[in-house]
T-cell receptor
């Protein structure tokens, strides 16, 4: 089976940097994805790592270490609108099947 | 990307009745769609994989006779919650996949009274 663990809550100050960690145990691993979900809304895709290393997309970066079964999402220059839940997710079954982590609720404060 | 719609966006039904939720891929032909359920303050739990023209694949612990999935065309999948009970009240979300990205519908909030 699959299991993914994340911190349940993180609080950070506007303009700061925050890192959300994710550890996973899985079979048939293709890659690690990150999604953002605002309250009441649907998840939206942020990033995907298939290989070890850092992927940067604007203010967001994502890191993967396959040997450590570990990844993180790095959010820079935090804005109030970044307050949301963030989920790591494992892609398996030929990319398509995605299993979500427990989710981290990020609160950005002034 | 891909644009996915769901209908209805919210529904209230009485215990014992059935509810059908539609998921449409508006700009992409999807041979596979996914159905998730999310309880308040919890993660998304994959319920089943909907396959166009064939039977759905259900995750362990999901009752296939209770959650009926029909993927009749490349743009439409439906989830029917049969004999709904209050514990089925949840946020139901469908998605389509392009490569490794999942594109989600806006979700359907089901409340069973």
């Amino acid at each position: 089976g699959q299991s993914l663990e994340q911190p349940s809550e993180v609080t950070a100050v506007e303009g700061a940097i925050v890192q959300i960690n994710c550890t996973y145990q899985t079979s048939g691993f293709y890659g690690l994805s990150w999604y953002q979900q605002h309250d009441g809304g649907a998840p939206t895709f942020l990033s995907y790592n298939a290989l070890d290393g850092l992927e940067e997309t604007g203010r967001f970066s994502s890191f993967l270490s396959r040997s450590d079964s570990y990844g993180y999402l790095l959010l820079q220059e935090l804005q109030m609108k970044d307050s949301a839940s963030y989920f790591c997710a494992v892609n398996s079954g030929g990319y398509q099947k995605v299993t979500f982590g427990t989710g981290t609720k990020l609160q950005v404060i002034p | 990307g891909a644009v996915v719609s769901q209908h209805p966006s919210w529904v209230i039904c009485k215990s014992g009745t059935s509810v059908k939720i539609e998921c449409r891929s508006l700009d992409f032909q999807a041979t596979t769609m996914f159905w998730y359920r999310q309880f308040p303050k919890q993660s998304l739990m994959l319920m089943a994989t909907s396959n166009e023209g064939s039977k759905a694949t259900y995750e362990q612990g999901v009752e296939k006779d209770k959650f009926l999935i029909n993927h009749a065309s490349l743009t439409l999948s439906t989830l029917t919650v049969t004999s709904a009970h209050p514990e089925d009240s949840s946020f139901y979300i469908c998605s389509v996949t392009r490569m490794y990205e999942q594109y989600f519908g806006p979700g359907t909030r089901l409340t069973v009274t």
